[in-house]
């Protein structure tokens, strides 16, 4: 009995495999998901009012302010020769 459970053990082909699994696992819980859980819960603390200003207001500033600074690169920048920007 106990000679056919060591050749009936799963050997792995990569050793410390699950040991890295879980390590990786848990840090990525606790660098990632907990911080974006937490800010999803403050969510409900906020009235209507404060979730859009946080939300919308804030990326129409956003989307303003990448677009005046990326206007210039798409028209050329201040150099409007050949290589702008890359002499």
């Not at 819960?41 to 129409?60: C, D, G, H, I, N």
Request: proline share 3%.
């Amino acid at each position: 009995m106990i000679f056919s459970r060591t050749l009936l053990k799963r050997h792995s082909v990569l050793p410390g495999f699950d040991l890295a699994l879980g390590l990786a696992l848990l840090y990525t819980s606790l660098i990632v998901l907990i911080p974006l859980s937490a800010a999803f819960l403050k969510t409900f603390t906020l009235t209507w009012q404060q979730f859009l200003e946080a939300t919308l207001f804030s990326l129409a500033q956003a989307v303003h302010l990448v677009q005046k600074n990326c206007a210039p690169i798409r028209r050329g920048g201040m150099n409007e020769g050949r290589n702008a920007g890359f002499d």
